[in-house]
């Protein structure tokens, strides 16, 4: 019989250490790692994986503002699982697909799951910024070790200057692959941050390793955060609701049917009489039949949107 999982509520919180000289970002997110889970069937290493990714992309996102905007975290590392997307939203709303999701690996040495076999370390990590600014601002470095988590920190450090420690966690059940418990924690020091508090934060960071077990054991995310860092004063000031959650739409499908271009859409008129597409991030089908074709063709003529590029 499978020991029962920890159904605790989802949380991201946003705090100071220090009395205030360390940002702080943590998440507890075990709903949301086994939605996606579910969505792609992810094997036991892209589970934690994707994970890893969808979560610090969740932390992440959680400072942006305007609701037009986005974050979008690539990770490219020529893995057994292929690239990893990730595309976070304000208020901590996430989704994201691996390209080959039922990929499983070995277990390493260690009795761990193999995420860097699955992610790679032959390649980049890429973070798009899209602040509603005339151009996105994207950011790169190369991946250092494809465990995810040191990958962000070599990030934050290399491409924005920001001395970071960065904590990524996903237990899975060994058996059926269910998420018993996942969180991470983002700690980055202000400009005025003593050197001898960063020292005390370097010094916790194994204690630090053990936030996703307290979490499994039953502790709220704040009450793991307060044993992990305990003496260093967490102050907890924002509470979010993180979520795996895609905007995906018919509408949407129907200009991506549309920007096709007049030459593929009637020949998919033509050949099929159907289309069946699916989104990459959550795996919904949109299916069409061939009077919806017509119509759509019809209507994009209308409108002057079918030109082909080829042409």
């Known amino acids: 019989m499978t020991e029962s999982i920890n159904n605790n509520t989802d949380k991201l919180v946003r705090g100071l250490l220090f009395w205030g000289t360390v940002n702080m970002t943590a998440i ?18 892209t589970t934690a994986a994707l994970g890893r990714i969808l979560m610090q992309t969740a932390m992440m ?4 503002k305007n609701g037009t905007d986005n974050i979008t975290v690539i990770f490219d590392g020529g893995g057994k699982a292929g690239r990893f997307v990730a595309v976070g939203k304000e208020g901590g709303r996430v989704k994201g697909y691996a390209d080959f999701p039922e990929v499983e690996l070995p277990l390493k040495e260690n ?14 990590l890429r973070v798009i ?21 040191n990958d962000f920190a070599n990030y934050f450090m290399k491409s924005e200057q920001q ?17 018993r418990a996942a969180s991470g924690l983002l700690l980055q020091p202000l400009p005025f941050c003593p050197e001898s508090d960063i020292e005390q934060l370097e010094k916790r960071t194994v204690e630090i390793t053990k936030l996703t077990r ?19 004063d967490p102050e907890f000031s924002e509470e979010l609701t993180p979520v795996f959650s895609c905007d995906c739409s018919r509408k949407k499908i129907e200009s991506a049917l549309v920007s096709l271009g007049r030459e593929e859409l009637t020949d998919i008129i033509e050949k099929d009489g159907k289309a069946e597409l699916v989104c990459r991030f959550c795996q919904r089908k949109y299916a069409f039949g061939l009077e919806e074709l017509k119509k759509l063709l019809a209507d994009a003529e209308d409108r002057g949107e079918t030109d082909d590029r080829a042409e």
Do not use: M
């Not at 799951?113 to 790679?120: E, I, K, M």
């Open 163 to 179: 001395p970071s420690l960065v904590y990524l966690g996903v237990r899975v059940d060994p058996k059926t692959g269910e998420v």
């Open 214 to 232: 307290l979490i499994e054991e039953g502790k709220t995310l704040e009450e793991a955060i307060c044993t992990v860092l305990d003496g260093f």
């Open 111 to 124: 009795g761990k799951l193999d995420v860097a076999g699955a992610v790679g370390t032959n390649g980049e």
């Open 61 to 64: 996102s959680a400072q942006l």
């Open 28 to 45: 507890s997110g075990r709903e949301l790692v086994e939605t996606a889970r579910k969505a792609h069937s992810l094997s036991h290493v």
């Open 129 to 149: 910024r899209d602040l509603s600014l005339k151009e996105p601002y994207v950011g790169r470095c190369a991946i250092t070790d494809g465990e995810v988590a």
